[in-house]
């Protein structure tokens, strides 16, 4: 069938064309205006619309990266608000610090100060730990790091703490691999700081101040003693000795000193704690009293100094050896009961010690410690020893008792006296002449023979009776005044004087012709007369009535013409009592230890990975990136290397040490800070770049297909009035077929 059955003419059909193509036309302008395109799709230009396309397709690509570089900029934006806030921990680490420097005092509130100064700068690293690990975002944390970890091994961990009076055995701070060695010595010998003992004289008024003994291997410590005064004036004195948690009370009257002031006697501290501490001070309570204004009143504190340390050496670092030792001043590294700490450059070694076992690991040799004890006085020179067969640890107790008729009152000493000792000995008295030396026959371990040798210069303890100008043997020291010669009066026997005193006896002889009158007086309150006619020759017996030689009895010989009348004389004797040695002597034998060592081994345990790495992609092609490394910013050995505050900053040793830590984990996290910085100012620029790229893209893609809206609207006008034209014509052209219709 035909395209059009009805057959139109020339005329209306040329019309009819020219309203279709202005129909076609108007559709594709009003589309164009509707869209604003003048390409819509490939038929309406392809190379034009690919073209656009294409430029589309990068904008788009560069539009999704754009949102990947964002989440960059806020990943590091987050780490560097952590690295931020960490610096801000760090210099409150820092103030800390300072006021530990402020309080370096050994008093103990100065020490309590800095420990709690130090548990707080341990919590800020807590802290800074926690800050570093808390900022990640979307997964990735640019301040933890690769996770590489350095740490002991378990088992050389088990081996230290197997080591008695060692537990938590750890290495902290670890930077390098290495090897620390444990090494115990010492003999535990105690021994005062002298300038306390200086100090505690001054102030509590006490004199003669010993300490001493070896440290016990289960009971022993490493607190100072102090020792506590209360009382006052004209009032009886109370001593409380404390050292650790245990404290002795010893409260001297003043009736006892009123004893011992008229005896010549001292009154004496004396107390050996289960620790192994021995204290021994004398007590004068006129000396006491002296003191200015507190009267003795207070407390002083005597730091113990014991031969205790523990070494710590590494070989695979630069070969340092550290040692904290007992016997080191406070605030001079010294060994304290509780973490310990050795900084090495390779990482640090921390011990916890306990104060009461831990000479078991120590390796020395036998040893023999100074005598002491209120006897010690008694027995001049220091004990000595032989090590052989030593195995076990005594302790001697020593006595020493004489006769009065042996004391020689030219040389000062007893010639002959006899010692008793208490220990594994065979024999338990052995008489001594002066000046020799006493050995003991020891059956102390497994049979062996150990000698104990004392070197003697005499009982010096009573010795103040010195009578160097003795013109006769028996201890008349002279005669003074008319009334009788020396050569007329003799001593005939002095019995029943108080032991351990040394006594100057007075007799004053007065004459009046016939009758004479002898008073007696032996110095401690003593008292005697006889009267009479004592012109022919005679012994007179002197009983002594009060004091401590009441009941004594002094004889003296007088000559028949020996008596000048009406005149006076005074007649001089020394006189000594039995020497009973009232109070011990002690010394302390320590045997040989071998001891132990153990060696903490450093090893890696986790390997690091580039996990916190970021890499950020800067093109849609990922040809082009940058990676963004992640710092450890945690205070461990691979990070800022701060370590916990050591021996909670007993020592300015420590304190420096925290410094130097603070000091140079601050350059480390500005450097971290900077690198960050750099990289977030490339990815910023990349940034702006892409925001910038895109729109030119999309300017170039819109250039290829939009349309003129101007120039569409007019070609809409001029073909809506092609249109009316058109329709005019094809009106006219179809009225010559109307007009044949009038005809009917």
């Known amino acids: ?146 996770g590489l970890r350095l740490d002991a091994t378990s088992s050389s961990k088990s081996a230290t703490n197997a080591l008695p009076g060692v537990t938590a055995a750890r290495v902290t701070n670890v930077t390098k691999v290495d090897d620390y060695v444990i090494d115990v010595s010492g003999d535990g010998r105690i021994a005062p700081n002298a300038s306390d003992v200086a100090d505690a004289e001054r102030d509590r008024g006490i004199s003669n101040l010993v300490i001493s003994g070896f440290q016990s291997k289960t009971a022993g410590n490493l607190d100072p003693v102090s020792i506590r005064y209360t009382g006052g004036k004209g009032k009886a004195k109370t001593f409380t000795i404390t050292e650790g948690d245990v404290a002795v009370t010893k409260t001297f009257t003043l009736q006892q000193w009123a004893d011992a ?8 501290f004396d107390h050996q704690f289960a620790s192994g501490t021995h204290i021994n001070f004398d007590i004068d309570f006129d000396q006491i009293d002296d003191v200015a204004d507190t009267n003795g009143l207070g407390t002083s504190v005597v730091e113990k100094l014991i031969d205790l340390g523990v070494n710590v050496s590494n070989f695979n670092g630069v070969g340092q050896e550290i040692t904290r030792s007992a016997n080191n001043l406070l605030g001079q590294q010294k060994l304290a009961d509780g973490e310990n700490s050795w900084d090495f450059d390779t990482g640090t070694p921390r011990l916890t010690i306990d104060e009461r076992t831990i000479l078991q690991s120590s390796a020395y040799s036998a040893a023999i410690g100074e005598s002491y004890g209120r006897a010690s006085s008694g027995i001049v020179g220091t004990p000595v020893i032989s090590t052989s067969g030593i195995s076990n640890d ?76 003795a013109t006769q043997a028996n201890a008349t020291e002279n005669v003074t005044g008319g009334a009788v010669s020396a050569g007329n009066v003799t001593l005939t026997s002095i019995t029943g004087m108080a032991d351990n005193l040394a006594h100057k006896i007075t007799i004053n002889l007065k004459t009046d012709g016939s009758a004479s009158t002898f008073v007696l007086d032996d110095g401690y309150g003593g008292k005697a007369l006889i009267t009479g006619d004592l012109n022919s020759a005679q012994v007179l017996s002197f009983v002594i009535s009060g004091g401590v030689n009441s009941g004594a009895v002094v004889q003296i010989t007088i000559g028949g013409t020996s008596l000048r009348a009406d005149a006076e004389a005074t007649l001089h004797y020394n006189a000594i009592g039995a020497f009973t040695a009232p109070d011990e002597l002690r010394f302390d034998v320590r045997a040989a230890q071998t001891g132990f060592t153990s060696t903490l081994n450093t090893i890696q345990v986790t390997d690091g990975t580039d996990q916190n790495n970021l890499t950020v992609q800067l093109n849609e092609t990922n040809t082009n990136q940058v990676t963004v490394i992640s710092r450890n910013v945690k205070t461990d050995g691979q990070g800022l290397a701060i370590d916990f505050a050591q021996n909670n900053w007993l020592d300015r040793a420590d304190i420096d040490n925290a410094a130097a830590m603070i000091d140079a984990a601050k350059i480390r996290l500005r450097s971290t800070a900077s690198a960050l910085n750099n990289n977030l100012d490339v990815i910023t620029t990349r940034l702006d770049y892409t925001k910038e790229f895109i729109d030119v893209l999309a300017e170039g893609a819109n250039k290829l297909v939009q349309a003129d809206q101007n120039e569409e609207g007019a070609n809409m006008l001029q073909l809506q009035t092609r249109q009316q034209l058109g329709t005019i014509s094809l009106s006219l052209a179809n009225q010559a077929q109307q007009a044949i219709l009038r005809l009917f």
């Not at 002031?261 to 004496?268: A, D, E, F, I, Y």
């Not at 006595?399 to 010639?415: E, L």
């Open 394 to 469: 005594f302790t001697y107790n020593i006595t020493a008792s004489a006769t009065a008729g042996n004391f020689n009152f030219t040389t000062g000493h007893f010639d002959i006296y006899t010692v008793t000792a208490t220990g594994p000995f065979s024999t338990a008295a052995i008489s001594v002449s002066a000046d020799g030396v006493v050995t003991f026959s020891s059956i102390a371990d497994n049979g062996q023979s150990v000698d104990i040798n004392f070197l003697r210069s005499g009982l010096n303890g009573i010795t103040v009776a010195s009578a160097s100008d």
């Open 1 to 146: 069938m035909a395209t059009n059955d009805i057959q139109l003419t020339g005329g209306i059909r040329s019309n009819l064309l020219l309203l279709q193509q202005i129909s076609g036309k108007l559709d594709r302008t009003q589309q164009r205006l509707a869209t604003g395109n003048k390409i819509n799709g490939a038929i309406d230009g392809p190379v034009a619309y690919f073209a656009s396309k294409g430029l589309n397709r990068r904008a788009d690509d560069l539009a999704t990266l754009k949102d990947s570089i964002n989440q960059s900029v806020s990943t590091i934006r987050a780490a560097d608000t952590g690295m931020t806030k960490i610096e801000t921990l760090i210099e409150q680490a820092k103030g800390l610090i300072t006021s530990a420097y402020q309080n370096l005092g050994s008093d103990a509130n100065s020490v309590d100060l800095r420990k709690s100064l130090a548990e707080q700068f341990n919590t800020l690293l807590r802290q800074i730990d926690k800050l570093a690990e808390d900022s990640s975002y979307q997964g990735k944390n640019l301040l933890l790091g690769s």
């Open 261 to 268: 002031k008229s005896t010549g006697q001292v009154l004496n």
